[in-house]
């Protein structure tokens, strides 16, 4: 089975840019999925595909893929932003999905 | 727009049942263009996927929990269950129910949305 691998955590200045890693050899076969979750919520979806933001996502959150590795950017972060991010893709060996073990994104 | 709502108890003693059905609303699940899946979330963990149902009754099961899982559909009434057996403390979760979809071409990729709220399913005598 595949895993997901992302940093446990990462800060950011108002206003700055982060970029969130996940790993994982599946990333060579399929793109990842991002998700925002905040205490409390369900997680949302913020990226899909190779760059693709459902209705409703702000143009900061942004993704690309190179090699086993996939990040998720956040340009010019906001308060709102501090939340969990979870990458997420297909198995290599199957058809089950697997989740990145999440990054806690720190806005300060 | 679509949206998710699960609801079953959420109490399950050791050993017994965990039971979950997941009402749709504002879309049908026979449309055919979508799976339907369960996702779980240990308090202060991450995700785990638990499988998918498909409007026809195809399933497709995390191998980690195949062994105890059976998710159901009955597009009459538009709703989806789920059913893990010989439950322990281990399976104490929150459980999201959520539209999977997915797009299959020279870069492949898979999505979850829209998401049920989650319900705490808490394994305790």
């Known amino acids: 089975s595949s895993e997901l691998t992302q940093d446990p955590a990462v800060s950011v200045a108002l206003g700055q840019t982060v970029r969130i890693t996940c790993q994982g050899d599946?990333?060579?076969?399929?793109?990842a999925t991002w998700y925002q979750q905040k205490p409390g919520q369900a997680p949302v979806l913020v990226i899909y595909?190779?760059?693709n933001r459902p209705s409703g996502i702000p143009d900061r959150f942004s993704g690309s893929t190179s090699g086993n590795t996939a990040s998720l950017t956040i340009t010019g972060a906001q308060a709102e932003d501090e939340a969990d991010y979870y990458c997420?893709?297909?198995?290599?060996?199957?058809?089950?999905?697997?989740f990145g073990t999440g990054t806690k994104v720190t806005v300060l | 727009q679509v949206q998710l709502q699960e609801s079953g108890p959420g109490l399950v003693k050791p050993s017994q049942t965990l039971s979950l059905t997941c009402t749709v609303s504002?879309?049908?699940?026979?449309?055919?263009?979508?799976?339907w899946s369960w996702i779980r979330q240990p308090p202060g963990k991450g995700l785990e996927w638990i499988g998918y149902?498909?409007?026809?009754?195809?399933?497709y099961y995390n191998p980690s929990l195949k062994s105890r899982v059976t998710i159901s559909v009955d597009t009459s009434k538009n709703q989806f269950s789920l059913k893990l057996s010989s439950v322990t403390a281990a399976d104490t979760a929150v459980y999201y129910c959520?539209?999977?979809?997915?797009?299959?071409?020279?870069?492949?990729?898979?999505?979850?949305?829209?998401w049920g709220q989650g319900t705490l399913v808490t394994v305790s005598s």
């Open positions: 959520a539209r999977e979809g997915a797009y299959y071409g020279s870069g492949s990729y898979y999505w979850f949305d829209p």
């Open positions: 504002g879309g049908s699940i026979s449309s055919g263009d979508y799976y």
């Open positions: 149902i498909y409007y026809s009754g195809s399933t």
């Open positions: 599946s990333l060579r076969s399929y793109y």
């Open positions: 595909g190779k760059n």
């Open positions: 997420n893709s297909r198995d290599s060996s199957g058809d089950h999905k697997v």
